[in-house]
């Protein structure tokens, strides 16, 4: 593998795992921001203060979890074929040496 091969696959390695953490924000952050909201209106519009919006937090806790659970599936059956060790690409350095 020669070197500007290496360097492509690294840059592509670091923003694959800057869009996976930008989708996880996502993932978190709408759920909350939309259930915590819509179970406040609830609550003032039926006076229940704080129930709805409690539950609302609580629903997108759960979303949240499951959202990133299949994100992180999707992401490991993906690099499943990758392998973590890279000892064959340093031997083969080593090697060029």
Known sequence: MSDE??????AEAKW????????LGYTIAIPLVVLAI????????LGT???????GVLLSMGISTVGMYLKAIKVI???R???KDNSKTNQEDKKEK
Do not use: H, I
């Open 77 to 79: 059956s993906q690099n």
């Open 16 to 23: 694959s795992a800057v869009r996976f953490a930008w989708e």
């Open 49 to 55: 203060k704080p129930w709805f919006l409690l539950g």
């Open 81 to 83: 074929g990758n392998p």
């Open 38 to 45: 819509g179970g406040a209106l609830l609550d003032r519009w």
């Open 5 to 10: 091969q290496r360097e492509k696959s690294e």
